[in-house]
């Protein structure tokens, strides 16, 4: 069975701070997709990356960055020096292979203090 | 470029009432999921079309509910006898088919909350 931990319910920072969110995955797939999303007061789920199980490289765009480590099974996302705008739910997500459905985590609210 | 349109953005219906929410994909999208999220959880996997054809329905969708997408473009997903368990936010998603990674990631909408009264 796959399954998507978010530990973290809510993470409270001040602005300007590094904030690290944590993912710890299960599957028994050789062959899948690692996501995140973010989801404003707004409600709409926005996109901000996808990762494939054969592909460990870390990878870092603007004050994003993601760490894929198979061997704790853990896709984890760090915001370097936070933002008020960077205030919303965060969600971690798997997708077996083809199967196209995604299985989220429970989420973890980001508030970031000004 | 046109992003994955839900209307109505909110619904307040009375117990045993037919609601049915619309969902408009990004236009060259061939995919679309029907997603439902509860206060305080991710979104659940409810059914995904490919062009017309409904090709998966998660054990969530009970019979009360029903989703289409008759020409391939836009869905309509409906629920029959609405209960208290079903507020909820029912979230829409597209995507374009590729081979492995040219799988496009799936876009969301806002969204439709349900309030049953």
């Known amino acids: 069975a796959q399954k998507v931990t978010q530990a973290q319910t809510e993470i409270s920072v001040v602005e300007k701070e590094d904030v690290t969110l944590d993912c710890v995955y299960e599957t028994r797939d050789t062959t899948y997709y690692l996501f995140w999303y973010k989801q404003p007061p707004s409600g709409e789920l926005v996109f901000l990356i996808r990762?494939?199980?054969?592909?460990?490289q870390n990878e870092i765009s603007g004050r994003y960055s993601w760490n894929f480590q198979k061997s704790t099974s853990s896709f984890n996302f760090t915001i370097t020096a936070s933002q008020v705008v960077d205030s919303a739910v965060y969600f971690c997500a798997l997708e077996k292979d083809s199967s196209y459905k995604l299985i989220f985590g429970s989420g973890t609210r980001l508030l970031v203090r000004p | 470029d046109t992003g994955v349109s839900q209307d109505p953005r909110h619904k307040i219906t009375k117990r045993g009432q037919n609601v049915t929410f619309r969902c408009d994909p990004i236009s060259e999208h061939n995919r679309l999921y029907w997603y439902r999220q509860t206060l305080g959880q991710g979104p659940e996997f409810l059914t995904y079309?490919?062009?017309?054809?409904?090709?998966?329905k998660s054990r969530l969708l009970s019979d009360r509910f029903s989703a289409e997408r008759p020409k391939g473009s836009f869905s309509t997903l409906e629920i029959q006898r609405t209960e208290q368990g079903d507020s909820a936010m029912y979230l829409c998603?597209?995507?374009?088919?590729?081979?492995?990674?040219?799988?496009?990631?799936?876009?969301f909408g806002d969204g439709t909350r349900l309030s049953i009264l």
């Open positions: 998603a597209s995507s374009l088919e590729g081979q492995g990674l040219k799988n496009q990631p799936q876009h």
């Open positions: 079309f490919q062009n017309e054809a409904q090709l998966e």
């Open positions: 990762r494939n199980s054969f592909d460990e």
